[in-house]
């Protein structure tokens, strides 16, 4: 029995850089799921009231943005739904795994989006997870990986409760509190958006003796019977 902290960032925009850095401050782990036919692009966006330039991440710094952290796919372009699964996010996978320099087989779903027939073919292709948006406001233990709804955003204004039902959960029972969210969301101004009200919940979160900080495969790992 065990419980379980992890988080899921997508769309590897350069602020990942930031947050990777602050989840190995803390000892967490996390997984952060890449657009892999989007690395290193650029375009101008208007976001949050503001004109600026969506970047990604470009692929030669795969290694040392995550160091510790979890490598998964959001898809080849972050097609919505997925149609093209052996193009979109088997391609996305072999181009990850190669980059990153071990197997990339956990998933996102693009916009949370999948129907049922998705879960056989994933399987059948050897993703191990795949990550929806439907958020279950409770911890527990998915009963289908590839169809995995997390906890719930990590900016919900029920972030604050859900943490301490957690912490306070018995040590008998085995719980998963995922949280998810994108790391250019946490530019925004003001809690609980920020990168500094972020950090004040990694502070709280961090150094639980009863926690098990772990990336989302790890979970997915721990918790096959």
């Known amino acids: 029995m ?3 902290l992890t988080f899921g960032f997508d769309d590897c925009e350069i602020h990942d850089r930031r947050l990777a850095e602050l989840f190995r401050r803390y000892g967490m782990g996390a997984t952060f799921f890449l657009i892999s036919g989007q690395l290193g692009m650029k375009c101008p966006f208007h976001r949050y009231g503001e004109d600026t330039t969506v970047e990604r991440v470009s692929a030669d710094e795969l290694p040392t943005t995550y160091r510790g952290m979890e490598v998964a796919s959001h898809t080849a372009a972050h097609t919505c739904p ?18 990153c320099g071990y197997p990339v087989d956990g998933l996102a779903y ?4 999948y129907t049922p027939a998705h879960i056989p ?34 900016d919900d204004a029920r972030v604050p409760e859900l943490v301490e039902r957690f912490l306070a959960l018995p040590a008998e029972e085995t719980g998963v509190l995922y949280l998810y969210g994108h790391s250019y969301e946490m530019t925004r101004k003001g809690a609980p958006y920020d990168f500094a009200s972020f950090e004040r919940l990694l502070q709280h979160l961090a150094g639980r003796g009863d926690v098990t900080y772990a990336t989302n495969r790890q979970v997915w790992a721990a918790l096959q019977e």
């Open 121 to 154: 073919a994933l399987r059948a292709m050897g993703i191990r997870y795949a990550r929806t948006t439907n958020c279950t406001y409770d911890f527990a233990v998915p009963q289908e990986f590839l169809a995995w709804d997390p906890t719930c955003r990590y």
């Open 2 to 4: 065990a419980k379980y």
């Open 82 to 99: 997925i149609d093209d699964l052996p193009g979109s996010v088997g391609e996305s996978c072999r181009v990850l795994s190669d980059l």
């Open 110 to 113: 693009p916009g949370g989006s």
